[in-house]
């Protein structure tokens, strides 16, 4: 049923930026806590970005803070990353994920991640 659909990566030069969409379909998008991931060859999935359901409070790892902004609009189903200042380390597969809340079973759905690379 629910699915995510992530989109936006691409090969990007160090200090351009980059905004990654998520689009949210077959469950309550607006109920769900949106996240960013991201994963690079050989090492662990890292957590940069989360938004709660209403878009009231955002938080991001240490390092991304400062470049990435994470949001969202409820009305289109869909969230959203947009970072700035790309640094070579960010490149990586982002993965939008949404987690509903503990009334509504504490689910989980998935985006099929989207590369992004940071080269020049």
């Known amino acids: 049923q629910g699915r995510l659909v992530d989109s936006g990566g691409g090969l990007v030069q160090p200090g351009g930026s980059l905004r990654l969409s998520c689009e949210a379909d077959?469950?309550?998008?607006?109920?769900?806590?949106l996240d960013w991931y991201r994963q690079a060859p050989g090492k662990e999935r890292e957590l940069v970005a989360q938004?709660?359901?209403?878009?009231?409070?955002?938080e991001y790892a240490d390092s991304v803070k400062g470049r990435f902004t994470i949001s969202r609009d409820n009305t289109k189903n869909a969230g959203y990353l947009q970072i700035d200042s790309l640094l070579p380390n960010d490149t990586a597969e982002y993965f939008c994920?949404?987690?509903?809340?503990?009334?509504?079973?504490?689910?989980?759905?998935w985006g099929q991640g989207t590369l992004v690379t940071v080269s020049s």
């Open positions: 077959g469950f309550s998008f607006s109920e769900y806590r």
């Open positions: 938004i709660t359901s209403t878009g009231q409070s955002t």
């Open positions: 994920h949404a987690r509903s809340p503990s009334w509504l079973g504490a689910l989980d759905v």
